[in-house]
Every structure is written in structure tokens, then in C-alpha cells.
């Protein structure tokens, strides 16, 4: 899997990451999260839980943190529900989504 790092733009927040092998999503250090709180209360609890452990300080991520998933990851950072992988983009413009779908391609040739 490439290591291209992945960013994510929402409103004054920007996050950074990578997709792992295993295609779990790694949020950088430094990445900044939104203060709109209106996702699922799964993810609420996640960002809560976050924040009570200290990954998450001051609307910044104060570690590296490995989510289940890129659409965790977003709803996290965004404050709201999504799972559109194409909002990650490197800065060639390489999104999230083609990188999964690579992935996919990838893994099916191997199955």
C-alpha cells in the first residue's frame, strides 16, 4: 500500500493521515478537529472518549491515532456523520476513495 498522506479540509480544521495496511486510518499528530459535535452517538462516545484521554486537547490531536476506519476518522475530525472517502486528498490530488478502490483491486487479485 502507498504511504501517500492523506488531508482533510473542513472549515478552519485540517487534518492529516495515512491509510494502513490493514486499511485502518492513522490521524496525525497536529491534526485539528471541528467544534460541531452533531454525529452518531457511537462516534460522539469515540470523540468523547478521545478527549477524556487526552488524544485530543484543545481541538488538536496531541498524538497519532489509529481509527477502525477512514469514515470514523472523518466523522470524528468533522464533527458530523460521513463516510465519503474522497474528502481525503493528497496534495496531487490522489483521493482516499481511488486509494481504496486500488486497494480492493489489489486484494481480489491476491484472493
Not at 48 to 66: A, C, H, M, N, P
Not at 76 to 84: C, E, F, K, L
Request: charged share 30%; net charge positive; hydrophobic share 30%.
Amino acid at each position: 500500500m502507498d504511504r501517500n498522506k492523506f488531508y482533510l479540509k473542513v472549515g478552519t480544521s485540517k487534518a492529516m493521515g495515512y491509510l494502513e495496511e490493514d486499511r485502518r486510518f492513522r490521524v496525525l499528530k497536529g491534526s485539528s478537529v471541528s467544534d460541531i459535535k452533531t454525529m452518531s452517538s457511537s462516534k460522539f462516545r469515540l470523540r468523547v472518549k478521545l478527549e477524556k484521554e487526552g488524544v485530543i486537547s484543545q481541538g488538536r490531536f496531541e498524538r497519532d491515532y489509529i481509527f477502525d476506519n477512514h469514515s470514523a476518522a472523518t466523522t470524528v475530525i468533522r464533527g458530523s456523520t460521513t463516510a465519503n472517502a474522497s474528502l481525503w486528498m493528497t496534495e496531487d490530488g490522489y483521493s482516499l476513495q481511488k486509494a481504496l478502490a486500488e486497494f480492493e483491486e489489489k486484494k481480489g487479485q491476491h484472493d
